[in-house]
């Protein structure tokens, strides 16, 4: 099952790269999929929503629920 995520504070491939990273050292198999244009970070292979939200935001962005 895939996690749905919405962003704020992406603007460039160095944020892909930046939470791509952030979400991997949770399990470093997980699909991470980042739409900066959208604002949505696509998380597969990781349940815990708390632990990649926190990881996100300890990366400098905001996420928002829903």
Sequence with gaps: MAM???V???SCA??????TEAVRRLDPQAEVT????EGR???KG????A??????EAAG???HQG
């Design 4 to 6: 749905q995520l919405t």
């Design 14 to 19: 160095h944020c892909v790269r930046a939470i």
């Design 8 to 10: 704020e504070g992406m």
């Design 46 to 49: 990781i349940e815990d929503r």
């Design 51 to 56: 632990a990649v939200t926190s990881a996100i």
């Design 61 to 63: 962005y905001e996420v």
């Design 41 to 43: 970070v696509e998380v």
């Design 34 to 37: 980042v739409s900066v244009e």
